[in-house]
């Protein structure tokens, strides 16, 4: 009897509904991917992104009013999944596939392209956020100070920081 009386004490589970979750992704896939695809820089990592940023969400279990969701929540959702993506790939040393029989020059676009993701993930997240957000999505230092709560002056700061330190990393 104990048992039923602590079945029936269950909370039922607040999901999103199917059609805002729906409205949601028509409206914001294709920022995600391209967030995505320019953080990570493969197409299959930025599709890996793109179920995480909405996986998330449909976990969110009425914890956000998924219907005023900006897209710029979105984007900044890409970058947090993409640096967290990067993060896992350098902690476990992975290397896509892709890359593993290519011998690149050390000035080679891609190779730098490389550097610098792997630098990213080596920052905290919000300076990674902030940094791709400001340098590969475009924001300005008045958008980044709305999103993050902080002056501008702060973002510039910021931002000046975080470039000496990715320029370090890439230096090593």
């Known amino acids: 009897m104990g048992t039923a009386k602590n079945l029936l004490?269950?909370?039922p589970i607040v999901m999103i509904s199917s059609a805002i979750f729906a409205g949601l992704y028509e409206s914001h896939y294709t920022a995600v991917y391209r967030t995505a695809l320019r953080v990570?820089?493969?197409?299959?990592?930025a599709e890996d992104v793109l179920q995480t940023v909405f996986f998330r969400i449909l976990n969110q279990r009425g914890q956000l009013d998924a219907t005023h969701l900006p897209e710029a929540y979105f984007r900044r959702a890409a970058v947090n999944a993409s640096i967290d993506l990067l993060r896992r790939r350098v902690s476990h040393a992975e290397t896509p596939l892709d890359n593993a029989c290519e011998p690149e020059a050390r000035e080679d676009t891609a190779l730098l392209k490389e550097?610098?993701?792997l630098a990213l993930a080596t920052l905290d997240v919000n300076d990674a956020s902030l940094f791709m957000l400001r340098h590969v999505e475009g924001m300005t230092n008045g958008e980044l100070a709305e999103i993050f709560g902080l002056g501008k002056g702060a973002i510039a700061v910021?931002?000046?920081r975080i470039r000496r330190s990715l320029q370090v990393a890439m230096e090593r």
């Open 9 to 11: 004490d269950v909370q």
């Open 158 to 160: 910021r931002l000046h």
């Open 40 to 45: 990570t820089g493969n197409s299959a990592d």
């Open 115 to 117: 550097q610098l993701r």
